[in-house]
Every structure is written in C-alpha cells, then in structure tokens.
C-alpha cells in the first residue's frame, strides 16, 4: 500500500440528473508526477474538489495511503497531507507576501489557535516562509502586498501557499493559468523544483505543460477516465487524439 | 512531515529574519509612542473638562462597544448589523441582577454581564455564521429584535418599555461610589474597564489566532484549504466579540444606573457600524477615532444646528464611502505613506 499515496475508488458523484464523475478509479503512486487533461466538462475540477473533500461523492471512496478518508473533511485532509492550488488565485489579497505563506505555515505546525502571544514572536514560522518564498525566488518580493505582483509571480505564491502545507499529495489546478506565455517558465521551473518526496497531480489545458512535466497521464471524458498511460503512449493513442484534440479543435471553432 | 525544506544554518536563519517583510512582522505587535496618545488624552480629559465627564463616559463606553465589533467586523470580517443584541444583552444583565437585588458589585457584574453576552453570541453564532453576506446581516439583526421583543415581553422583571431606573451599583472596591451629579467615578471606572479590554483586543489581534482570523477575512475558502476550522474559528471571534459588547453594555447600564429598551436598539447597532467605518475598521484604534469624531460632531453639532446636525454627518460617511474605504484613519495613513517618511504603518 505504501508506494501508493491517493487513490479513488469507484468514486462518483452526480449533481441532479448530471452526473459529473462517473465511477472513477485513480491511483496516484508516492512522488508521482502525473497530469490529469480533459476536454472542458469532463469533470475534472468535480474530481479534485472529492479528493480535497470540498464536495462529498455520491458513491465510491477515497483512500491516503490506504486509509479511507472519504468521510473526512477538507480542513482534516489537509492536516492528512493533501494540499491543493486553485485554477484562479486564492491569495490573502491585502496582505504582504510573506504574510500569506505564514498563515499556511502557522496553520501547518498549529500556531493559528495560540491567542495569548505575538505572532511576531515565532520566528520559526516567519523563518520558515522566508525560506520557502527564498526558493521560489519570491524574497525579494517578500514585503509587497500580493495583489500588487505581476500575475506570474502571483501564481507563484499561490503555490507557495500550499508547499507551506509540507504536503504529501499536490494538486495543482492549471497552475499556469493566465500567466502570460513570456512568464510560464517561471512556474514551470518552480514546479520541477518541487521536493520529490511529494506526489504531484496537475489538472492542466496546455499539453506541453503536461509532456514536459508528467510522468504518467490520465485523460478523462466524460466523467470517466478514457486513458491512463506513460505521456507517450498518450500522444499515440489515435483515440485521445479523436476526442481531446476534437474538442479542442470545436472549442477553437466556437470560441 | 515528509519534506525537509533546505536546512537552515545559523547564519541563513539570521539573514532570513532580518529581511525588512520579516522584520515587519516581528515588530508588528511593539508598542509606539502615538499609542499612548489616546490614554494621555483621556486622562487630560478628566482633569480639563469636568463638567463634561458624563459625555466622556459615554464616549468610553461608545469606544469599547465599537472595538467589541472592530474584533468580529474589522478582523474577521464578520458583517453584522446585530451587535446591539449583545451590548443590550449585557446591560440587561446588570440591570436584572442590580434591580432585583440580587448582585450589585460592578466587577463581578461586569464579568457577568461578558459571561451571558458570550453564551448568547456563542448560540447564535453557531447558527448564523453558517451564512454570509446579506443573509448574515440580516439574521443578526432578527437576533437582536427577537432579544428585544423579549425584553419587552417580560415587562415584569425588565420593566418592558419603561426600562429598570435606579439601578442600586455598589461602590468600586466598596470604596468609590458613583455619584449621579458628579461623574468622576464613573470615568475612571470605564476608562479603566477600556484599558483592560484594549490590552486583550490589543494581543488578541497580533496573536496568532488575530492573524489566522485576518486571513479568513481576506480569503475564506483559501483559508479552508490550508486546513483551518474555519467556522469554528468565526465562532470563537464571535463569542469573545461579543462578551466585550457585554462589558460594553454593563458599563452603561452601571454608569447611568438604568437600562432600557434602546440598548438593543437597532440605531444603537447601526451607530456602532457608522463609528468604526468613520474611524477605519480593522485597525484597532478606528473605534477611538470614530467614536469621538461622531460623539463629538452629534454633543456640539445639534447644540448649534438641532434640525441638521446630521446632515452633516451624512455628507462626512458619504465622502468617507467614495474616498477613503478605511475611513479617517485610512485617510491618515495613506497621507503618511504619500507625505511622511514613507513607511505604512502596520
């Protein structure tokens, strides 16, 4: 069981007569580097919200490293060890750089209820995240307040937000999202960097995203998962092809 | 857990701490030379003005009540337009227990008084802060008119509309009795009560704790997803919140020697939220600002024009709306940072 961190059984959920996720089985093995793509609507954020327990499946489970945490709550998932980022920044908008990593990092080793000392006073917490906004390359903008950042290095912090977690799963929700192609490489490089004990799941549009940084990819459609393969095995499967790309092509057309 | 970040030498640790951000941070919670300003302010007040303690008083006690909801408004980002339910709360219970002779030393009312406060905020937030927005303002204000319709309907212990006058309030220390006619007492006794609950919210809001509440109150679901308790959280804040509106609220039952229906007044509610917006909320001393500005403006405003006086106060909230969202105080330090030495204060 070890070797496998998540894992999802038969796991669904329907909204209504929609069913969003369909009877999924997914395993995501310790200090995986694996990208989740999909055609819009195939349900894929519905996925990420059951595994972070923001919604509860209508049928099937979810297990950490063997243990059932189906019926655990997001706040106990994250103290379990899942960490998540959001596809559209979720940063503490007024609040300087560092202060937003030391809300997840006092969160972490459990200062956050402590009421009757300063918070200046744990230096370990504001050490720490200066230490971790340093190897994202972040320290320089320590004492800006986040909103104020260009939007690449926003996404950064968005990130760093969750590495202050010390998680063992890391969902990243198109961490590139809406940063400016020039700036990509910025977030890309922070995520190869990532400590390699983590098991990474990323959700993301842009395939060469996907191909240079997963080592395994699932392709859902529909709900249910369509492929699962090496990123080569991927690219050759002339069914991806079909449905991802003619999708992509009909979306293009649309939009 | 299971990653080990770069391990941190001695002297990598101590250039980390002395970036300007951390240094910020660790500095935050040190008290300044400006803070004294408004304790050096009241204590001159007492001693210039005494013919007007009375109004002083009550300024103290308006300045407590609007920092109970700076605490759950300002740092949590609790929108409530109820906070009268528990200052009425407290005064209520001072008023009951001195009324029917049943406890009258002030102290012990007042802790009382925050005691029953508290058990109503902590019920009535486990209810409301389920909701948010619109829907939270809106049952925190039924909170408060279902309190005051009680209080009406048992007119035979509260006295209904007509209130309980002539509350019997034991001296200070059994030494230092409130004088009706002369307020001396009754000033120093609530701007010791406001000392002792500023240095609270002072450290409460530097605290960890404060800091994890800043946060909820700048992003709520992010807040979830690094895995705090969010609402139990809210709860707490809620709670503490209004045990203080509870002192609040003993305080002016203790210092007028009445209580009446108007302590759960939905004016006294939107009063409070007027003055911290005026002051700036969520920066601690916006309750002194505010409440003096807006005592000051409704005492000598409506001596020289009683049928306007608030007009004038109404194009002041309407230019604080457009210009300044942090109010007098949100004014002041962005003057600072533009004008002064170009530091922002904390």
């Known amino acids: 069981m070890t070797d496998i961190s998540l894992e999802t059984e038969g796991l669904g959920r329907h909204f209504g007569a929609l069913t969003a996720v369909n009877g999924v089985d997914f395993k995501l093995a310790a200090g995986a580097r694996h990208a989740l793509i999909g055609p819009n609507g195939a349900g894929k954020t519905t996925f990420v919200n059951l595994l972070t327990g923001v919604l509860t499946p209508t049928r099937g489970r979810v297990l950490l490293a063997g243990r059932d945490i189906t019926a655990r709550a997001q706040a106990e998932r994250v103290k379990l060890g899942i960490a998540r980022t959001f596809q559209i920044n979720r940063l503490f908008r007024g609040l300087s750089v560092l202060e937003n990593v030391c809300i997840s990092v006092a969160e972490r080793v459990g200062a956050a209820t402590s009421m009757f000392y300063p918070a200046g006073r744990r230096v370990d917490v504001i050490d720490e995240s200066m230490d971790l906004l340093d190897t994202l390359k972040l320290g320089d903008a320590a004492r800006h307040c986040v909103s104020e950042l260009p939007y690449g290095r926003q996404r950064l912090v968005e990130l760093a937000i969750a590495i202050g977690l010390r998680p063992r799963v890391l969902l990243l929700d198109e961490p590139a999202a809406g940063v400016p192609s020039a700036e990509t490489h910025i977030i890309l490089d922070a995520i190869e960097r990532l400590p390699e004990q983590i098991a990474v799941l990323i959700i993301e549009h842009d395939m060469d995203v996907v191909f240079r940084f997963a080592k395994r990819v699932t392709v859902m459609v529909g709900g249910a998962v369509f492929a699962e393969g090496t990123p080569r095995e991927i690219e050759a499967n002339p069914h991806v092809r079909e449905v991802y790309l003619g999708q992509a092509a009909l979306s293009a057309a649309h939009g | ?346």
């Open chain 2, 1 to 346: 857990m299971s990653v080990a970040l770069a391990p941190a030498g001695a002297a990598a640790a101590a250039a980390r701490l002395a970036h300007p951000a951390a240094r910020t941070l660790i500095r935050r919670h040190h008290l300044r030379w400006w803070e004294a300003l408004p304790w050096a302010a009241a204590i001159g007040f007492y001693f210039a003005f005494p013919a007007y303690l009375a109004f002083g008083t009550e300024l103290l006690i308006t300045v407590l009540f609007a920092l109970s909801l700076d605490l759950a408004l300002g740092y949590a980002g609790i929108i409530t337009l109820g906070h009268a339910a528990f200052f009425g709360a407290g005064a209520y219970a001072v008023g009951l227990l001195a009324f029917h002779g049943i406890w009258t030393e002030p102290i012990t009312s007042l802790a009382l008084a925050a005691l029953v406060a508290a058990a109503i905020g902590f019920a009535s937030g486990l209810v409301l802060l389920r909701t948010r927005g619109l829907t939270l303002l809106m049952l925190t204000i039924c909170t408060m008119a279902l309190l005051q319709e009680a209080a009406n309907m048992a007119h035979d212990y509260t006295g209904g509309f007509d209130g309980l006058p002539n509350l019997p309030i034991a001296p200070v220390f059994g030494v230092f009795a409130f004088n009706p006619l002369y307020d001396n007492t009754q000033y120093l006794y609530a701007l010791a009560v406001l000392l002792v609950s500023f240095l609270f919210v002072r450290t409460l809001v530097y605290s960890p704790f404060g800091q994890s509440l800043t946060g909820i109150r700048e992003n709520l679901l992010r807040m979830h997803a690094v895995g705090a308790p969010v609402r139990w959280r809210l709860t707490v804040c809620y709670t503490i919140s209004a045990a203080l509106a509870g002192v609040a609220g003993g305080l002016w039952a203790q210092t007028n020697a009445y209580v009446n229906l108007s302590a759960l007044d939905l004016d006294r509610a939107a009063t409070v939220l007027i003055i911290l917006i005026l002051g700036g909320y969520g920066r601690l001393y916006g309750a002194f600002v505010g409440a003096v500005v807006y005592l000051a403006l409704e005492h000598f405003l409506a001596r020289v024009y009683p049928t306007a006086w608030q007009l004038g106060l109404g194009l002041l909230l309407v230019l604080i709306a457009l210009f300044a969202h942090n109010g007098i105080l949100g004014i002041g330090a962005m003057l600072w940072r533009r004008y002064g030495r170009g530091r922002a204060e904390a």
